[in-house]
């Protein structure tokens, strides 16, 4: 049983053919995220993004427009065990990146993440991205997607 829904704010943000991507590491070995993380109670969800990329990255950002909302229902995917009981709803934006003066010097770091990488977005479907899915509707750095929610995808 899932105690409550945690909502949650992430950033698209492409650079001269690249995307920025939070390297992280388990026991299953190294994967990629995109920036960002939960929403704090009377913190809007731009708020939340601009704060999250902040602390994970060192950089300033500025949301921009919604790319799409996705649900991640943990005892749905192939992490059951670990995140049976978690439920998210997460809104990523499109943002842009306002300073880089700080780049690589977060301030709070997720705890399994290991670093920041630019990886080209020709080699974005080689790469061991989460959720899987944005791969598949990710095209010349847009979502390419009929609707704006993706429903429950890991």
């Known amino acids: 049983m899932v105690n409550q829904i945690r909502t949650a704010a992430r950033a698209l943000m492409i650079r001269d053919g690249k995307i920025l991507l939070i390297k992280m590491k388990d026991q299953r070995g190294v ?21 999250e990329c902040s602390e994970e990255t060192g950089c300033e950002i500025k949301a ?7 649900e ?40 399994k993440q290991v670093g920041l990488t630019w990886v080209p977005l020709k080699e974005l479907p080689k790469t061991e991205l989460y959720p899987k899915q944005l791969k598949d509707i990710f095209e010349n750095g847009t979502i390419k997607a009929d609707n704006l929610y993706l429903g429950d995808i890991n």
């Open 72 to 111: 991640y229902i943990g005892r749905n995917h192939s992490f059951s065990k670990a995140h049976r009981r978690f439920h998210q709803l997460e809104a990523v934006f499109y943002c842009q990146i306002t300073c880089l003066d700080n780049f690589g010097n977060g301030c709070e770091s997720d705890k």
């Open 64 to 70: 921009g427009k919604l790319a799409y909302i996705r």
């Open 31 to 51: 994967f990629f995220v995109l920036p960002g993380g939960g929403q704090r109670a009377g913190e809007t969800l731009e708020d939340a993004v601009e704060r």
